[in-house]
């Protein structure tokens, strides 16, 4: 009994996996795909902004499954990586937070992780 059990836990586990690589990768490539296109094309500052909250709110909805599997499609960022790239486009710390639909404090707190992050880099001896 227990070992049938086993079993049918491992292919429960086996089929739940399986289901998250395939909408990561519907995902990746009938969607994604699409924003880079529309993201190379000659976009306004408010076009660009509609772009950025599609792929924060698209990262968003598929982050229960990224967590597990973002190592395999590293499109998905997190929010202190796209927060990264927002402050290398020079983006103030309230527009990032319009853009991403999180508070400023959020932005704030990975702005913070990003410099202690630099700092602790530039410290480790290459």
Known sequence: MNSALKV???RREDDRK??????LSNVKELVVHNLEKL??????AKQS?????????LNSIVS???RTLSHQIPEFHSCGDRVADLV?????????????????????FHRQNIRNNSASNKRKPI
Request: hydrophobic share 30%; charged share 35%.
């Open 8 to 10: 049918l836990l491992q």
């Open 18 to 23: 399986e289901l998250e690589e395939k909408v």
């Open 39 to 44: 993201r190379s094309t000659r976009l306004d």
């Open 49 to 57: 902004g509609y772009v950025d909250v599609l792929e924060s709110n």
């Open 64 to 66: 229960p499954f990224s």
């Open 88 to 108: 290398r486009q020079g983006k103030r710390t309230k527009e990032m937070a319009d853009l991403l639909n999180v508070s400023q404090r959020t932005i704030e």
